[in-house]
């Protein structure tokens, strides 16, 4: 399903749904703006949360944002870690509805 030139379809998402589609644009640039949070934090946030979602398309985007705003190889090591406890840490938990009482 992955395939990069599929990112190539937005503007026909835009021409669609331009509202929707433009206010989410400025709702994600707003999200992952230097703030309260650096830029960076937010952006290995974003790639956190894009592996445990398995998104490869916001995996790419925010690991070259993350590097453009300082990250560090050994951050984005880190982040791959967090993600992966998340996402064990939820199938334990989860698992636990398997078991009687």
């Known amino acids: 399903m992955y395939a990069k030139e599929h990112l190539k379809r937005l503007p026909k998402l835009s021409q669609l749904a331009k509202p929707l589609t433009d206010a989410f644009w400025a709702y994600d640039k707003a999200a992952f703006a230097e703030g309260v949070i650096p830029k960076k934090y937010k952006e290995l946030m974003g790639i956190a949360v894009a592996l445990a979602t398995q998104c490869p398309y916001c995996i790419e985007v925010h690991r070259q944002a993350a590097l453009k705003a300082g990250a560090t ?4 090591a880190e982040t791959i ?7 064990a840490g939820g199938a334990i938990t989860h698992g636990t509805h398997l078991l009687s009482e």
């Open 81 to 87: 870690h967090v993600a992966a406890a998340i996402r």
């Open 73 to 76: 190889e050994e951050e984005l």
